[in-house]
């Protein structure tokens, strides 16, 4: 069998994340950008089966307790089995107005990064923006100045790659912080364990909570959905204009094409378009980064129109530097338990902490498919029948997604 993440892929466990491009030592493993989803090619030929690849790779699982406890357990002040180590939780949103509007929530974590790149805490960071001249494709690069920030702010709801940056780290040199799903950092965990260098470089991994990404077809049903033409498009968000915000269809003289509330088309999408490994995820609120971000659209927060995001600080190192941003009059939070925090993010929580994750395990099981391998064990062991048909449900919404000629009935439904 061979010793390389092609094996990851045929079990249908990558998760795209393109970390294991960089991990190569003779350059050939290449991501390919689908249609659907991001995966690895190797050049089979030229591959010496050192399994470097494999070593990066969080598709086919990773000791998430383990590598959690080594990170944080001394430097947090609890650990609860949902939201994983914490050292303070918190409310809060961007002190300036443009940047808390126009996020897709409060705008936190575009402020803290430029906080710590005004303060010298970094030379850069690893963020997810859109390609110049294809305003709806994905491109991971790293923001240098404000206005490279606020390039890359915002939700990005489709499958992105982090190929080439960590090489890109290591020959620039400096220091940096990184911005992803909790996926991204697991992989990213993973290969500064084994490329130690790199790991110097890196002084910080922010996660945004993550339910389940969406596909690269998902946009061209968006557009299809609501008659937008993708060649009238120069600008594009997922959210934008205030609290759970908009998506947002622009032309190039920054007339609006489509303004569609967030919820609207959010459920609109439904599991049709859900990337499929995302169902085997058991980690919603990046437990291996240091501060994650996400919304918090619960009790009094519901009143707020303009953006307010939950945090969550793994350390007590993160929360000085988050007070130090504070004092500066970059942010404005206010600590909150983390009870708040699990509670605002219930939806999610049951599918990656409870019934839904162990339902795909066990269906996977079933059909002789390989599962990922955590040292996490499932909060819910066991389901019934019912949990399983559902989950074969989502499969099929999921084949539907794909078939282009079926859209008008998920229009509908």
């Known amino acids: 069998m061979k010793n390389n993440v092609g094996k990851v892929v045929d079990a249908g466990l990558c998760m795209g994340c393109g970390v294991c491009q960089d991990a190569c030592a003779k350059k050939c493993i290449k991501i390919h950008h689908g249609n659907d989803v991001n995966h690895p090619v190797v050049d089979e030929s030229n591959c010496n089966e050192c399994g470097l690849c494999l070593k990066v790779c969080a598709g086919k699982g990773i000791d998430i307790d383990d590598y959690s406890r080594k990170l944080f357990e001394e430097k947090a002040a609890g650990k609860e089995k949902y939201i994983g180590y914490y050292d303070k939780c918190f409310s809060g949103y961007s002190n300036n107005y443009d940047i808390r509007f126009h996020s897709a929530s409060g705008g936190c974590l575009s402020q803290f990064l430029i906080y710590l790149l005004d303060k010298g805490y970094v030379d850069g960071a690893v963020v997810v923006g859109y390609k110049k001249n294809q305003p709806m494709t994905p491109r991971t690069y790293i923001a240098r100045t404000r206005e490279d920030v606020l390039d890359g702010r915002s939700s990005k709801y489709c499958v992105t790659s982090y190929e080439g940056i960590l090489s890109q780290i290591k020959q620039d040199g400096g220091k940096y912080v990184i911005v ?78 489509k303004s569609i509330p967030y919820q609207n088309y959010w459920i609109g999408m439904r599991g049709f378009f859900n ?100 040292d996490q064990p499932l909060v819910v062991p066991n389901v019934g029948f019912k949990e399983i048909v559902k989950v074969i449900i989502k499969c099929g919404m999921r084949w539907m997604g794909r078939k282009k000629w079926l859209w008008p009935i998920i229009c509908k439904i």
Not at 229 to 239: E, G, M, Q, T
Not at 282 to 299: K, N, Q, T
Not at 346 to 353: L, T
Request: charged letters at 25%.
């Open 275 to 374: 990337v499929p490994r995302c169902s085997t995820c058991i980690d919603h609120f990046g437990e291996l980064a240091d501060v994650c971000f996400g919304d918090i659209h619960i009790g009094e927060y519901i009143n707020d129109h303009i953006g307010i995001n939950s945090l969550i600080s793994r350390s007590s190192d993160w929360t000085c530097i988050l007070m130090n941003a504070v004092k500066d009059g970059y942010l404005h939070l206010n600590e909150i338990s983390y009870t708040i925090v699990k509670d605002s993010q219930d939806y999610a929580i049951r599918q990656k902490k409870g019934s839904g994750v162990t339902a795909s395990f066990k269906l996977r099981s079933l059909l002789g498919k390989k599962n990922p391998k955590y």
């Open 180 to 257: 992803g799903l909790p996926c991204h950092i697991q992989s990213l965990r993973k290969f500064v364990h084994t490329f130690k260098k790199v790991g110097e470089q890196i002084i910080g991994y922010f996660a945004i909570y993550c339910s389940s990404n969406r596909t690269m077809r998902s946009q061209d049903f968006l557009l299809y959905k609501y008659g937008v033409n993708r060649k009238n498009v120069a600008r594009f968000a997922y959210r934008d204009n205030g609290c759970l915000g908009e998506l947002v269809f622009e032309d190039k003289n920054r007339k609006i094409l």
